[in-house]
């Protein structure tokens, strides 16, 4: 039977973290060995803004063992990546590259979103109680020290998704900024997160039925059960009980937290506003029990190596998580669903017809058929300048799953109205214009052939025609289709351009 050893590091906001997994095929993934090191790294990023010489020497010295640990074990492949308090610190680029000048390890930063969506895909080595727990009303809590993650699940489909920046490590930097004193920094504390859960209850919650709270992420209070009341972990809980919980860790004292958990000084300060979020969160979405599964980041890690190397496949499509996700975020933005769901149809028969020429990859279709879905999104701001509103609304708007390049690829393909205003200057910003160029080429022609927006081509055939080097569209529709001709001729100089493929389309004869 084939195996993979992988190494897993995660530079994390307080803990940094290396996990060694034998990965079997047929989906057999099983830790090996885990290490955790304490060097809150949020006490620079959040308090000063950089991180400091001292903490990064700590980091290197860490990394260091981590790589021999990984030498050890003849590691097949490792990967390390670092979360917010080294992607927000204002010296980032020199701490990675001190690292892999001193330790060899090369750390890629993860944002919010990739970072959201590998704790989802943790899940799966506990894939069945996720898949049970996400059909009635269902809130998947992701916390970190620097924010949360809001996903609302219902009927086995992402609802919606929101960060907000409540996580302990960010709250407590900015009460100790503000000089708050301790006696009064859990009264503060609560009222910073009453304000903005009560914003995102009338934002997100309102008529939803929330039955469960699933908590993954980093989480300190996770630490503290761990050892005090692991009867809480890896089953249902009632409400009740963690409210409970919660109130009593907000009466513990810092010296107690420190005795329990063997740390010091800001750590041990976390865990009473962990509880404070915890509980008000538990208040505001009526949610009648919670269930914490216990898995890591680094978990994660090594369910995305596992799916690379082809070992593992897991019995959740979280992908189709991202596109349900991007269907709820046009209907927030009150798109023309008929016609989003007809560009999307011609886009991806399009793209399929074209692949062979393409150069393009299939998460490049992921990404058009998103961009089609939201194409209109920028109507809600202004019918005049939708291109650029567009642009900004999918550039704000976290997507769990895709990278901020992703997204930024996305946006600029919404911004391409035409392909007669594409502009490859512009389009250098996405970082890639030539796909940039492509994807943009496609989804323009596909918004051509429902340029009435009452898709008159629905059963419009889409094929490459090689030896004419001829893109062919048959539509079967007998009425008018002048609009959607002058449409298609319009937007067929880029596409040819780029595909070296010249669009040509054509209307069945009558009998």
Not at 276 to 304: Q, S
Not at 363 to 382: E, N, P, T, W, Y
Not at 412 to 433: C, H, I, K, M, Q
Not at 478 to 503: I, M, Q
């Amino acid at each position: 039977m084939a195996y993979k050893i992988f190494g897993a590091i995660c530079l994390g906001s307080v803990e940094q973290e290396l996990a060694i997994y034998e990965i079997r095929s047929g989906g057999g993934i099983r830790i090996v060995e885990r290490a955790t090191t304490v060097l809150p790294l949020f006490s620079d990023t959040f308090g000063k803004g950089r991180i400091s010489i001292e903490s990064l020497d700590s980091l290197c010295e860490m990394l260091e063992k981590y790589a021999s640990v990984l030498k050890a074990y003849k590691a097949d492949g490792y990967k390390a990546y670092a979360t917010v308090a080294v992607r927000e610190a204002e010296n980032c680029d020199i701490i990675l590259d001190r690292i892999k000048v001193r330790t060899g390890i090369e750390v890629e930063l993860i944002s919010n979103s990739e970072q959201r969506y590998l704790n989802y895909k943790a899940v799966a080595l506990n894939e069945n109680g996720f898949n049970d727990v996400i059909k009635s009303g269902t809130l998947i809590l992701d916390t970190g020290y620097g924010s949360l993650q809001f996903s609302i699940f219902d009927n086995d489909a992402l609802i919606s998704t929101e960060n907000i920046s409540l996580g302990a490590g960010k709250i407590l930097s900015d009460l100790s900024r503000a000089r708050i004193a301790d006696d009064q920094m859990l009264d503060r504390a609560e009222e910073m997160v009453n304000s903005e859960l009560l914003n995102y209850k009338k934002l997100y919650l309102k008529g939803l039925d929330i039955e469960t709270i699933f908590g993954i992420g980093e989480n300190i209070l996770y630490k503290y059960w761990a050892q005090e009341k692991p009867e809480l972990l890896r089953r249902a809980v009632p409400a009740e009980r963690i409210i409970a919980e919660c109130r009593h860790v907000m009466g513990m004292k810092n010296s107690e937290i420190t005795e329990i958990l063997g740390s010091a000084g800001n750590y041990a300060r976390l865990l009473p506003i962990a509880a404070i979020y915890y509980k008000r969160i538990i208040e505001i979405t009526g949610a009648k029990k919670l269930f914490f599964p216990c898995v890591n980041f680094t978990d994660g890690m090594a369910v995305e190596y596992a799916e690379k190397v082809k070992l593992y496949k897991s019995g959740h499509d979280f992908e189709a998580d991202i596109i349900s996700e991007s269907r709820n975020m046009a209907k927030r933005y009150r798109c023309d669903t008929s016609h989003s769901a007809a560009v999307e149809e011609y886009a991806l028969l399009i793209f399929d017809a074209v692949k062979k020429f393409s150069g393009l990859s299939k998460r490049d279709r992921l990404m058009l058929q998103i961009a089609a879905i939201l194409h209109d999104c920028g109507k809600f701001v202004s019918i005049k300048n939708v291109d650029e509103c567009g642009y900004f609304i999918v550039l704000s708007t976290e997507i769990i799953g895709l990278s901020h390049a992703e997204r930024k690829m996305i946006a600029g393909v919404v911004r391409v109205r035409n392909t007669a205003s594409f502009d490859y200057e512009l389009a250098a910003e996405s970082g890639d214009p030539i796909r940039l160029a492509k994807l943009s080429a496609i989804l323009c022609l596909a918004n051509a052939l429902d340029r009435g927006h009452v898709d008159k081509l629905r059963d419009t055939k889409v094929a490459l025609k090689e030896k004419s080097m001829e893109l062919s569209i048959l539509a079967s529709y007998d009425g008018d289709l002048t609009l959607e001709r002058l449409a298609v001729d319009e937007n067929s100089v880029l596409f040819a351009e780029v595909f070296g493929l010249k669009p040509v389309f054509r209307q069945k004869k009558r009998i």
